[in-house]
């Protein structure tokens, strides 16, 4: 499971302290989260034992200054060839955003680990499916729609992973003080996950 971060500016740290202490070890701060690169930088240092990627990268530079902030994956919600390109120069996981099989594939044929497929809240998990059933070399992560009510569906679809941001995450939360209930939230995301991946 992935928890993508999309605060402001200060937040993400705590946040992604508050989604380590529900369990969550890989986390996605996205550049479109003011100071990002630095808050890559810092929740690198403070949470060791996590893997801290970047997201919404949207071009080889950013990749590259990302990748040099920290960022151990990079994700973007569309396919660029020269961001594929320089994660694997970098050996650094890159997972490209598609949304048709087309699209699939050829971020699959320029050497994506993993596809985040966007948005996939206007397809859901039946659509996964559709597509591993002639492409089970596919490794498939959805990404925006995903809850706590549909994880498991997507983890029993066939998704690698699944990438949550909004349901589980908000500023306002964080701000708040509320950092127990994201733990214990993104508690009950990784369980549900978790047993889904039993049932398979």
């Not at 549909?150 to 509320?178: C, E, F, K, Q």
């Amino acid at each position: 499971m992935i928890g993508v971060i999309r605060l402001t500016q200060k937040l993400p740290r705590d946040a992604a302290t508050a989604l380590v202490d529900g369990g969550v070890t890989v986390l996605e701060v996205t550049l479109t989260t003011p100071f990002a690169f630095e808050s890559i930088a810092e929740i690198t240092a403070e949470l060791p034992h996590c893997v801290v990627g970047a997201g919404t990268v949207l071009d080889a530079d950013d990749a590259r200054d990302a990748i040099a902030a920290g960022a151990r994956f990079v994700v973007s919600p569309a396919f660029d060839a020269s961001v594929v390109a320089v994660c694997r120069e970098r050996d650094v996981l890159c997972m490209p955003g598609a949304f048709t099989p087309t699209e699939m594939i050829q971020a699959w044929r320029a050497g994506a680990s993993l596809i985040k497929v966007f948005p996939s809240s206007q397809m859901g998990p039946a659509y996964f499916r559709d597509v591993l059933a002639p492409m089970p070399f596919l490794r498939l992560v959805p990404s925006g729609g995903v809850s706590l009510a549909n994880a498991a569906d997507w983890i029993r679809a066939g998704a690698a992973a699944v990438s949550v941001g909004t349901s589980l995450i908000n500023a306002s939360s964080v701000r708040d003080g509320n950092a127990a209930a994201l733990s214990t939230d993104a508690r009950a995301l990784v369980t549900a996950v978790a047993t889904a991946r039993r049932q398979l």
